[in-house]
């Protein structure tokens, strides 16, 4: 499975943007997926996740409310919305891809990793 992100930019605090995941590779709405983020000096931390079908998602406390996954099986693309953006949300943001059943919130169940796309929001 290859993952091409897309969608990261400069933004001020209390923006919108819109992030986007195309996957190609593998059945996509066999595939779990989800949304990371890493900000310098610190851990890969989970953001969201969306089942195959797009049936169950799954969001850190941190985004709950802002941020919103979805995914078109048709387009093989996962989007994060990110709404009222913080300056502690800027971080370089990775779309993943798993193997199963469900919503993962652990980075070890996802097998397959994008390049990244950077986020930066503005105070």
């Known amino acids: 499975v290859q993952l091409q992100a897309s969608g990261g930019g400069l933004v001020q605090a209390g923006g919108s943007l819109r992030l986007s995941c195309t996957a190609s590779?593998?059945?996509?709405?066999?595939?779990?997926m989800g949304w990371f983020r890493q900000a310098p000096g610190k851990e890969r931390e989970f953001v969201s996740a969306i089942e195959g079908s797009g049936g169950s998602t799954s969001y850190a406390d941190s985004v709950k409310g802002r941020f919103t996954i979805s995914r078109d099986n048709a387009k093989n693309t996962v989007y994060l919305q990110m709404n009222s953006l913080k300056p502690e949300d800027t971080a370089v943001y990775y779309c993943?891809?798993?193997?199963?059943?469900?919503?993962?919130?652990?980075?070890?169940?996802?097998?397959?990793w994008g390049q990244g796309t950077q986020v930066t929001v503005s105070s």
């Open positions: 590779g593998r059945t996509f709405n066999s595939l779990p």
């Open positions: 993943a891809a798993g193997v199963g059943l469900g919503t993962f919130i652990k980075a070890s169940r996802y097998g397959y």
